[in-house]
């Protein structure tokens, strides 16, 4: 038997808001979440802003605060988004006797989770106290003396990109199927998707999906300055994400949690709850071609979305909006624009795009179900999403980007592309429910 998925609750922690609502405001008026970097010093950088969350306090969102206080950003901020679409679809949280319906050992997670950032202060403290000059070479007793005076071993495993995994467990008590990827960019459209599948093939009937990232700290920023990818447009960081424009120049690193509650039909039937959206195909591929660069033919993109739209039992004319991965990076734009025309075709002229990293950042991990969730938006308020800073068209690029503004639109099914590092390709497509819709 082949289950139709639904979702059933949304929670977002993002650079636009801590919920979904502040978020879907922030794109709807034209916010950014850009600005100067807070959370190291970045003076001696190349790119010397970021899109953080700011003001986030999980203690609001969570009664047994204790339990996650040492979690990394990126697991505080899954738990918030999961705290926030658990309550939206009726689950209970934090209790040892939940009265929702659900059989927690049916209950699964899967998350695109990044890992967290080195205690880098403490670290080098010790590389530099522990150098034996005359020997040329590290004491490495001595570093191991210096750096237990200065290191926690609690800090060290919430590094590990399973944690947050573990503290989405202790805090839903769901004990089914776990799973945890780490994709690059495209990680949390890959959780959402396989997990679709799991419940397709009738592996759980609840999974907690989505992804949590943070690499606003300097080895992250220092990676992505050395490949050039970064926006370097330190006098407005607000304008500097430009995906799709001639004069883009890299992407907004950003930070982020975003959480979907995927069910079975049947379960969400059983519970009463109510249906936001139906998940109706997944598509995933590699190029197999470098670790940074996408195929200059766009063929893991083609791929990726063919799959997908064949998964859903679709044609090209059956789609309405696609969410681009849309970084602002020179090579992204350019050749996810050639993947949407080489598999749309002419039609691809008429499908409206646009890129919600144009407000939010780039999320890594964390994006693609941040961006799914603005599908769901866009089909509840039949609005598209804009795509800002496109006021310098690029001629090799011209689609429908949904350029500044947000549009009206018919909006009843959705396709939500991610694309990472690595080669990795993922493509969610969702619909508007409707009950007597043949799965």
């Given at each position: 038997m082949r289950h139709r998925v639904v979702i059933t609750g949304m929670g977002v922690v993002c650079p636009l808001g801590h919920n979904t609502e502040q978020m879907w405001k922030g794109l709807m008026t034209g916010q950014s979440g850009a600005a100067a970097t807070t959370l190291f010093d970045a003076s001696t950088f190349p790119t010397q802003f970021d899109a953080e969350v700011k003001g986030f306090d999980l203690s609001r969102f969570v009664r047994h605060y204790d339990l996650h206080k040492n979690g990394n950003r990126g697991t505080q901020f899954a738990l918030g988004a999961c705290v926030q679409a658990c309550q939206q679809a009726g689950i209970d949280v934090e209790t040892s006797a939940p009265g929702d319906g659900i059989d927690r050992q049916r209950m699964g997670i899967y998350l695109g989770a990044g890992e967290g950032p080195v205690n880098f202060e403490p670290f080098f403290e010790a590389l530099i106290g522990a150098w034996d000059e005359q020997a040329r070479q590290v004491n490495w007793p001595k570093w191991t003396q210096i750096a237990l005076s200065g290191l926690s071993a609690l800090n060290e495993l919430e590094q590990e990109p399973n944690m947050p995994v573990a503290h989405l467990a202790?805090?839903?008590?769901?004990?089914?199927?776990t799973r945890s990827c780490l994709t690059a960019c495209a990680a949390s459209t890959q959780a959402?998707?396989?997990a679709m599948m799991l419940l397709r093939h009738g592996k759980a009937d609840v999974i907690v999906a989505g992804g949590a990232h943070s690499m606003i700290h300097p080895l992250g920023v220092t990676g992505f300055n050395r490949l050039t990818a970064l926006s370097t447009r330190n006098d407005s960081p607000q304008t500097a994400s430009r995906p799709f424009s001639a004069?883009?120049?890299?992407f907004v690193i950003g930070e982020g949690g975003a959480i979907v509650i995927l069910e079975t039909l049947e379960s969400a039937k059983k519970r009463g709850v109510k249906i936001l959206a139906e998940v109706i195909g997944f598509g995933s591929s590699n190029d197999a071609f470098r670790v940074t660069d996408m195929h200059n033919e766009a063929r893991g993109a083609c791929q990726a979305l063919r799959a997908a739209i064949r998964d859903a039992g679709l044609t090209i004319e059956d789609i309405d909006y696609i969410s681009t991965h849309g970084t602002s990076t020179v090579e992204n734009d350019e050749i996810e624009t050639l993947a949407i025309k080489?598999?749309?075709?002419?039609?691809?002229?008429?499908?409206?795009?646009?890129?919600p990293k144009s407000q939010m950042g780039h999320l890594i991990a964390a994006t693609g179900c941040a961006e799914l969730i603005t599908c769901v938006k866009a089909i509840e308020e039949q609005t598209l999403p804009p795509t800002m800073n496109l006021n310098e068209p690029d001629p090799k690029l011209d689609l429908d980007y949904v350029p500044n503004v947000p549009r009206k639109a018919k909006v009843e099914i959705a396709l939500n592309e991610s694309f990472g590092f690595g080669g990795q390709n993922n493509v969610i497509i969702i619909k508007r429910f409707q009950e007597d819709t043949q799965g």
């Open positions: 202790l805090l839903t008590g769901a004990r089914g199927v959402v998707g396989e004069s883009r120049d890299g080489t598999v749309f075709g002419q039609r691809a002229y008429t499908i409206p795009c646009s890129s």
